[in-house]
Every structure is written in structure tokens, then in C-alpha cells.
């Protein structure tokens, strides 16, 4: 296709309003709406492969569009009435079809690829992390939009009525809710008995990834060729069906697409825990002494050694030989609502932690020495508890000497309230015999460690049991 076909396809069809459809309407989305792609280190505009899965998942309402589109597209010949003369003219039907497919294509990805631009513009900006990893997320994006578009011009083509482009617009919505919601899901139960669901291979047949809830999760190899697989079967029966000129050619040329969604189930991985899978580059540790952070983080690691090796000294002092000895970003992916896991010798933190997100300086060795004494016990994707916020409270005053509230919103949404819990606890610990003290200190750490008890309670002698 020459620029003066492409051209003259662009003045002609709908393919430069389908382009931008799809550019405005999602970043209008993006920032107009204040959602979780705008919080935390899982921001579309603070890593990589965040950016490549946060513009990913707008495809769940970006495709069904493209989708209709193309079948609005497809009705041009048919609108015009030049059906029988274009039949009669010497050039081949597949000509047509690829000037008409290729300049919807462009334009698509076109405007896929300016979406992505206006947040890698910003990634720049905010991460010393760089990698490609993140380009096939991306990529195979852009395609779904393309295959959508060239299906929903075959279909066109082979059902000419006004209610084509509306009915398949839907169909494809209706196909990714319930990939997304139901049919491409699997029930299952956490070692803890906390019901839950997981993705199937079935859902990889949509466009939209899950929400976006761990830097380092991304989508593995196998997902990406099979989805790729899937996508030009689409791609090449919407084609076929746009050439087709008879009964039987449509009816062959839905032989691509059925072949490729087999294919692709074929090769897309039956376990979860291959579909999306940890980026160990991403999760690999960048160290300064004894405190670390994802290489993902690695701009963070100057801002955090300081008050890390502090909140080590003080552990050490208060503790003894029972105290941490290092400072690291837990990179450990577990599934909603299993049991986190900890160390007595290291203390596990998360950027995304509100006590950690809000400190900075002085009051980040204070949280720091806070999630070192009392990690916290709450199952994966579940928000504190109560009793693990005051418990880290006391024991974080214990350490430095004087209680302070930690930093963020609080533990129970109020410092006065807070106060009120904590002060009376403190005040009581103070008053004991250090080696009363530490035995009170060291049953919380038990409690706190294994997640069996209740830390908050050993601090009073388990007397609020």
C-alpha cells in the first residue's frame, strides 16, 4: 500500500476517528479518573512493566470499540451500493480488502503506541530501572485492537445491516466481562480457607490483564505467543471473511480463528502461577550494607540506607543478640489472602506500606523499627488490623524511648483515638523491670512472627485476651 492509498483511505473511512477514539477516550480515562493505576509503585506511570499493564487492561472497554468500529467499516461498500461494481472492476478483492484493513491497522496501533508514549514520558521520569521486558505486554496489546478491528470489518462485510456494529460492539464487551468476572476464572481456597479466585488460561483469550497489584508480577512468555497465535487467527478470518464472496468461503473462513484459539490454549500455561509470573530482574536486590531494595527501587536505595542502618542500631541496642541484622524490600509474591512469611533477622518492608510510604527521614527509622518488632499479620490483599498497628505503636516507642503516632493515616483513623489505645499499654511497660520488659517484648515478637496471638495483648501480660 502506497502513501496516496493510504491517503485517500484515511479521507475516506473511519480509520483516523477510530484512532482517535481510542487515544482520547483512554486517557481520559486515565486522568479523569483518580483509580488505583494512580497509587502506589504499581502507578502507569512509575515502572515499566506497571505502564505496559495498566494501558493493557483499558482494552477491556478499547477493544469492543475497535471491534465496532471495523464492523462499521466494513459496511462502507455495502452503504455506497458499489458492492457489484467493485466486483466487476479487475482488481483483486484482496487488494481492496488490504487498503482498507492496513489503514485501520495503522491507525490503531498508531494510537495505541501514542498512549504507551505518554507514559513511558513519565516513567523516564520517575525509575532508574529500564528494561524491554515490559514491550510484549504492550505489543501484543496493539494487536488485539488490530484483530479486533479486522474482524469486526470482516464481519461487516458478511452481515451488512446497520445493527452489526452495535451487536458485535456489545458481543465483544460481553466476551471480556465474562472472561474477566466469571468464565475465565477458577474457584479456589487459600492455605488459610479464604475462598478466592484465580485466572484460567480461557481468560488469556481477552485483551484485559487483571488489576495490577505487585511491581514485580508480569505476564510469561508462553502467554504472549499464545495470545499471539489467537490474535492472527482472528486477524486472518476477519480478513478472509472480508474477501469472502460466497456461503462457503465465510463458512472456511472461520477455520483460522477456531484453529488458533486451540492452538493458544495449547500453548498458554494451565497453572496460574505461570501465567503470571515474578520478574526475578526486577526483584533481584541492590544493596548498600545491610539494607536493600528491588533493583526495581534501586533510585530509593540512597534515601533508605541512612535511616535503615539507624533503625538497625537501635534494634540491636534494645534487643541484643535477638535483633535484626538487615533492612529489605520484601519482594515475595504470594496469592490473595495467604499468610505472609517473616524473618526475625531481616526486616521485610513495602514501599506500598502506608507507614512507609508516609515516612521519610526520622520517622522512617521509626516505621522501619516498627515492622522489625511487628510485621504485621494480615492475609495478602487484606488492609491491618488494629491490634498489629498499636502493637507496632508500643513496641516502636519502646525501642526509642518515647511514643509517637507512626506515619500515614493512623491506626485507627484518628491520633487522639490512637492515643487512647497505646499510651495506657506504654505507660505500663515503662513502669516494669526491663527483664519483665523484654519478656513482654519478646512474647509480642512471638505472636507477631508466627501470626498465632494476639501481639497487642502480650504487651499488657495477655490481660485484653
Same mark, same amino acid.
Request: aromatic share 6%; proline share 6%.
Given at each position: 500500500?502506497?502513501?496516496?492509498?493510504?491517503?485517500?483511505?484515511?479521507?475516506?473511512? &473511519?480509520?483516523?476517528?477510530?484512532?482517535?477514539?481510542?487515544?482520547?477516550?483512554?486517557?481520559?480515562?486515565?486522568?479523569?479518573?483518580?483509580?488505583?493505576?494512580?497509587?502506589?509503585?504499581?502507578?502507569?506511570?512509575?515502572?515499566?512493566?506497571?505502564?505496559?499493564?495498566?494501558?493493557?487492561?483499558?482494552?477491556?472497554?478499547?477493544?469492543?470499540?475497535?471491534?465496532?468500529?471495523?464492523?462499521?467499516?466494513?459496511?462502507?461498500?455495502?452503504?455506497?451500493?458499489?458492492?457489484?461494481?467493485?466486483?466487476?472492476?479487475?482488481?483483486?478483492?484482496?487488494? @481492496?480488502?488490504?487498503?482498507?484493513?492496513?489503514?485501520?491497522?495503522?491507525?490503531?496501533?498508531?494510537?495505541?503506541?501514542?498512549?504507551?508514549? &505518554?507514559?513511558?514520558?513519565?516513567?523516564?521520569?520517575?525509575?532508574?530501572?529500564?528494561?524491554?521486558?515490559?514491550?510484549?505486554?504492550?505489543? &501484543?496489546?496493539?494487536?488485539?485492537?488490530?484483530?479486533?478491528?479486522?474482524? #469486526?470489518?470482516?464481519?461487516?462485510?458478511?452481515?451488512?445491516?446497520?445493527?452489526?456494529?452495535?451487536?458485535?460492539?456489545?458481543?465483544?464487551?460481553?466476551?471480556?466481562?465474562?472472561?474477566?468476572?466469571?468464565?475465565?476464572?477458577?474457584?479456589?481456597?487459600?492455605?488459610?480457607?479464604?475462598?478466592?479466585?484465580?485466572?484460567?488460561?480461557?481468560?488469556?483469550?481477552?485483551?484485559?490483564?487483571?488489576?495490577?497489584?505487585?511491581?514485580?508480577?508480569?505476564?510469561?512468555?508462553?502467554?504472549?505467543?499464545?495470545?499471539?497465535?489467537?490474535?492472527?487467527?482472528?486477524?486472518?478470518?476477519?480478513?478472509?471473511?472480508?474477501?469472502?464472496?460466497?456461503?462457503?468461503?465465510?463458512?472456511?473462513?472461520?477455520?483460522?480463528?477456531?484453529?488458533?484459539?486451540?492452538?493458544?490454549?495449547?500453548?498458554? /500455561?494451565?497453572?496460574?502461577?505461570?501465567?503470571?509470573?515474578?520478574?526475578?530482574?526486577?526483584?533481584?536486590?541492590?544493596?548498600?550494607?545491610?539494607?536493600? &531494595?528491588?533493583?526495581?527501587?534501586?533510585? @530509593? !536505595?540512597?534515601?533508605?540506607?541512612?535511616?535503615?542502618?539507624?533503625?538497625?542500631?537501635?534494634?540491636?541496642?534494645?534487643? #541484643?543478640?535477638?535483633?535484626?541484622?538487615?533492612?529489605?524490600?520484601?519482594?515475595?509474591?504470594?496469592?490473595?489472602?495467604?499468610? /505472609?512469611?517473616?524473618?526475625?533477622?531481616?526486616?521485610?518492608?513495602?514501599?506500598?506500606?502506608?507507614?512507609?510510604?508516609?515516612?521519610?527521614?526520622?520517622?522512617?527509622?521509626?516505621? !522501619?523499627?516498627?515492622?522489625?518488632?511487628?510485621?504485621?499479620?494480615?492475609?495478602?490483599?487484606?488492609?491491618?488490623?488494629?491490634?498489629?498497628?498499636?502493637?507496632?505503636?508500643?513496641?516502636?516507642?519502646?525501642?526509642?524511648?518515647?511514643? @509517637? /503516632?507512626?506515619?500515614?493515616?493512623?491506626?485507627?483513623?484518628?491520633?487522639?483515638?490512637?492515643?487512647?489505645?497505646?499510651?495506657?499499654?506504654?505507660?505500663?511497660?515503662?513502669?516494669?523491670?526491663?527483664?519483665?520488659? !523484654?519478656?513482654?517484648?519478646?512474647?509480642?515478637?512471638?505472636?507477631?512472627?508466627?501470626?498465632?496471638?494476639?501481639?497487642?495483648?502480650?504487651?499488657?501480660?495477655?490481660?485484653?485476651?
Amino acid at each position: 500500500m502506497n502513501v496516496r492509498v493510504l491517503r485517500i483511505e484515511l479521507r475516506r473511512s &473511519v480509520a483516523p476517528w477510530a484512532g482517535a477514539v481510542v487515544l482520547t477516550s483512554a486517557l481520559a480515562f486515565l486522568y479523569l479518573v483518580n483509580a488505583a493505576w494512580w497509587r502506589g509503585t504499581t502507578a502507569w506511570t512509575a515502572q515499566w512493566t506497571s505502564l505496559a499493564l495498566w494501558t493493557r487492561s483499558l482494552l477491556f472497554y478499547l477493544w469492543p470499540i475497535a471491534v465496532g468500529l471495523g464492523a462499521l467499516q466494513g459496511l462502507r461498500d455495502h452503504c455506497s451500493k458499489m458492492s457489484e461494481l467493485l466486483t466487476s472492476t479487475p482488481r483483486p478483492a484482496w487488494h @481492496r480488502a488490504a487498503a482498507l484493513a492496513g489503514t485501520t491497522a495503522i491507525t490503531l496501533a498508531s494510537a495505541f503506541a501514542l498512549l504507551v508514549l &505518554v507514559g513511558a514520558v513519565q516513567v523516564l521520569a520517575h525509575t532508574e530501572y529500564t528494561h524491554l521486558e515490559w514491550l510484549p505486554i504492550s505489543l &501484543v496489546g496493539a494487536l488485539f485492537l488490530v484483530a479486533g478491528a479486522v474482524l #469486526g470489518m470482516g464481519a461487516g462485510r458478511a452481515l451488512p445491516s446497520a445493527l452489526t456494529p452495535p451487536a458485535l460492539a456489545m458481543a465483544a464487551f460481553v466476551f471480556t466481562a465474562l472472561m474477566h468476572m466469571s468464565l475465565g476464572r477458577t474457584e479456589t481456597t487459600t492455605a488459610t480457607g479464604i475462598p478466592s479466585t484465580e485466572p484460567n488460561r480461557v481468560s488469556l483469550l481477552s485483551p484485559a490483564v487483571q488489576e495490577v497489584r505487585d511491581v514485580f508480577v508480569t505476564l510469561s512468555a508462553p502467554v504472549h505467543i499464545g495470545q499471539t497465535v489467537w490474535l492472527l487467527g482472528l486477524a486472518t478470518t476477519g480478513f478472509a471473511l472480508l474477501v469472502a464472496a460466497t456461503a462457503r468461503a465465510r463458512l472456511i473462513a472461520l477455520t483460522p480463528v477456531l484453529a488458533g484459539a486451540v492452538l493458544a490454549l495449547l500453548v498458554i /500455561p494451565s497453572d496460574p502461577r505461570r501465567i503470571y509470573v515474578v520478574d526475578e530482574a526486577a526483584a533481584e536486590l541492590v544493596c548498600d550494607g545491610p539494607v536493600c &531494595v528491588a533493583r526495581t527501587h534501586q533510585e @530509593r !536505595l540512597a534515601d533508605l540506607a541512612g535511616p535503615g542502618k539507624e533503625a538497625l542500631r537501635l534494634l540491636h541496642g534494645a534487643l #541484643g543478640g535477638q535483633a535484626p541484622v538487615s533492612v529489605r524490600e520484601n519482594t515475595a509474591v504470594l496469592p490473595d489472602g495467604a499468610m /505472609p512469611q517473616w524473618s526475625r533477622e531481616t526486616v521485610l518492608f513495602d514501599f506500598d506500606d502506608e507507614i512507609i510510604a508516609a515516612a521519610n527521614g526520622g520517622e522512617l527509622t521509626r516505621a !522501619l523499627i516498627a515492622k522489625g518488632m511487628v510485621p504485621g499479620c494480615s492475609p495478602v490483599g487484606w488492609s491491618g488490623t488494629g491490634g498489629d498497628m498499636f502493637a507496632q505503636t508500643v513496641a516502636a516507642g519502646w525501642v526509642l524511648g518515647d511514643l @509517637r /503516632p507512626l506515619p500515614g493515616p493512623g491506626p485507627a483513623g484518628s491520633g487522639r483515638e490512637a492515643d487512647a489505645g497505646t499510651r495506657p499499654v506504654w505507660k505500663e511497660l515503662k513502669a516494669l523491670p526491663r527483664a519483665e520488659q !523484654l519478656s513482654r517484648i519478646n512474647a509480642m515478637r512471638a505472636a507477631a512472627y508466627s501470626c498465632e496471638g494476639d501481639a497487642f495483648s502480650e504487651l499488657s501480660g495477655g490481660a485484653s485476651r
